[in-house]
């Protein structure tokens, strides 16, 4: 609780591996690397689909040329195999979560997770509707996840939760034709919770503490409705940024809402004609090819047999499941001696297995035959990192290791972040300029990795700097929920005088700290009791 939360963070991780089949295709792109369990000519089709959704995006919101010239460690890596039930395997360990696909913001590397196709098996819900007629399109749902990402790379902002997906709803939904693309057509997800649900924007901009029936609803597709309203009808256009400006400031959603919309019986009245008329379609030629370039390949023997490892580690593991696949890791190393990829996978695995030791060497492995594996490098610095919670000594060999990888690539997020953590954990001495500008350009180049974005609001803070930590903390302040709650209070407490509770609430965790079930419970509880120490209401 006290990291800030990834707004598309996993809840527990796989259940069941995901089967292998012949054909595994890796295809990339200007913003994009793909893994695909399919055709070639189908992988380079959805790949291309998701560079137009990038050109849409910048050209509705207005991203300039040198804006979108990202460092190549920005592109989202996205693995593309099996049907719906498998994305919910993979994120909730449950076939019938109904999750249908997930994104991960990381500074080391940002990861999706889509079904090349629904569920083939339907079956019947109590209102007779087929399992598939309520499953979101596999295209939709990476569009969606990547157009949050999109929002937090380009326009970090304190976005409502109603906005955020409304938004990802919007441009979601955009359709490729062969020379134009489509947006503004309702989702056909959607449609049901438009006709129903009656439009109450107290309970949209200022939703209840406690969820009701109609949440998800309003959230999704009042959301939608409010987003294509406020960016597709001209008279609204900027409305959405005064909004923001006013959260930034501190104002309650409902005051904000009135300051930046106006009358909200105008709007309400507004949004209602909406819903009730035709959908607002816009058709807009492409700026450019109209056939995003893209590099296919096959993958190798050795590539295809770590994918199943590579996946499960990418998602995240438990301890049991970090066990497990640090043996399949062995076994795979054994098979496979000298493949750069399968010794990069293995690295992964047996350092979330906490066997630093063998990582360390599979990591110096894969740069013997690689030198340029960034990823490697990034390992290589991050168990000596972890080493340096029970040895403090380790802290130079880790500042040492991640300016190495920082010379492999100056605009990778990641070694500038571990670098910084090198001296925020060294009591020895003050944290210098130079860490912190490196912090700073951490986040430039990763704002959507919330563990970057907490450390630079504890620098921020810090340096008593409570307005520009305010700023780049927005979604941490703001919000529903006793966390948040506490941390406003606390905010509060900072700006008149007593620093030190706020201070002690943002600064990061040693990554090296291991905490088991009872300690986990413990902490949990803790937590919990600062809270309602703060008169807040516990989740």
Same mark, same amino acid.
Request: net charge negative; with cysteine.
């Given at each position: ?45 959805? +790949? ?7 050109? @849409? *995006? ?15 460690? %920005? ?35 940002? +990861? ?5 196709? =629904? ?9 007779? =509707? ?12 990476? %569009? ?16 409502? *939760? ?125 700026? +450019? ?52 990829? @399968? ?5 992964? /695995? ?13 990591? =110096? ?19 000596? *990192? ?9 802290? @130079? ?52 990795? =919330?563990?970057?974005?907490? /450390?630079?609001?504890?620098?921020? *803070? %810090? ?74 209401? +516990?989740?």
């Amino acid at each position: 609780m006290r990291l800030l939360t990834s707004m598309c963070a996993v809840a527990t991780v796989l259940a069941s591996a995901p089967a292998l089949a012949a054909d595994w295709y890796r295809a990339e792109t200007e913003h994009f690397i793909i893994y695909s369990e399919d055709s070639e000519s189908d992988t380079v089709e959805f +790949v291309q689909d998701l560079e137009r959704l990038d050109e @849409v *995006l910048e050209l509705m919101t207005g991203v300039s040329e040198d804006e979108d010239d990202l460092p190549e460690s %920005s592109k989202v890596t996205v693995f593309r195999f099996g049907e719906t039930r498998d994305m919910s395997s993979l994120a909730a360990g449950n076939r019938n979560s109904g999750i249908g696909g997930f994104f991960i913001g990381r500074a080391n590397g940002s +990861v999706a997770f889509v079904p090349r196709q =629904q569920d083939r098996r339907r079956t019947r819900s109590a209102q007779g =509707q087929t399992s598939s007629a309520m499953q979101l399109d596999p295209r939709h749902i990476l %569009s969606h996840e990547y157009v949050h990402y999109f929002m937090f790379q380009h326009r970090d902002a304190p976005y409502p *939760l109603w906005y955020s997906e409304g938004f990802a709803e919007l441009f979601g939904n955009v359709q490729f034709e062969d020379d134009y693309f489509v947006i503004g057509e309702v989702p056909s997800v959607r449609s049901f919770a438009l006709s129903t649900i009656p439009i109450d924007l107290e309970k949209t901009f200022d939703p209840p503490a406690r969820p009701d029936r109609y949440t998800v609803g309003r959230t999704y597709a009042h959301g939608w409705l409010l987003a294509s309203h406020l960016n597709l009808n001209p008279e609204r256009r900027g409305q959405m940024g005064a909004y923001m400006e006013a959260i930034r400031q501190g104002k309650q959603p409902m005051e904000a809402a009135e300051e930046a919309f106006g009358d909200l019986d105008v709007l309400h009245d507004e949004l209602e004609e909406f819903r009730q008329g035709r959908a607002r379609i816009l058709r807009v030629p492409y700026a +450019v090819d109209a056939d995003p370039p893209v590099e296919v390949r096959e993958l190798t023997e050795d590539e295809v047999a770590r994918m199943d490892l590579m996946i499960q580690s990418k998602v995240g593991v438990d301890d049991d499941e970090a066990q497990s696949l640090a043996r399949e890791a062995r076994g795979l190393v054994a098979q496979f001696p000298q493949s750069p990829a @399968v010794l990069l996978a293995a690295t992964e /695995a047996q350092f979330d297995a906490r066997n630093y030791d063998e990582a360390e060497t599979l990591a =110096q492995r894969v740069m013997e035959l690689d030198p340029d594996s960034i990823e490697a490098a990034n390992y290589y610095g991050d168990v000596a *990192l972890r080493r340096s919670f029970a040895d403090p000594s380790q802290l @130079v060999e880790a500042r040492n290791r991640f300016a190495a990888a920082n010379r492999m690539e100056n605009d990778h997020a990641y070694p500038l972040y571990g670098y910084y953590l090198t001296y925020l954990f060294d009591d020895s001495q003050p944290v210098p300029e130079q860490a912190k500008i490196a912090l700073e350009s951490a986040f430039r180049y990763a704002p959507y990795d =919330q563990n970057v974005r907490q /450390a630079l609001v504890h620098m921020l *803070l %810090s340096e008593d700097r409570p307005e520009e930590a305010h700023t780049v903390g927005a979604s941490w302040f703001a919000g529903q929920g006793g966390f948040k709650c506490m941390v406003r209070k606390q905010y509060d407490e900072f700006l008149a005088g007593n620093k030190e509770p706020l201070l002690e609430t943002a600064r990061p965790d040693h990554p090296g700290e291991y905490l088991d079930e009872d300690a986990r419970d413990a902490r949990r509880d803790e937590i919990e009791a600062q809270i309602e120490s703060y008169g807040c209401e +516990v989740d």
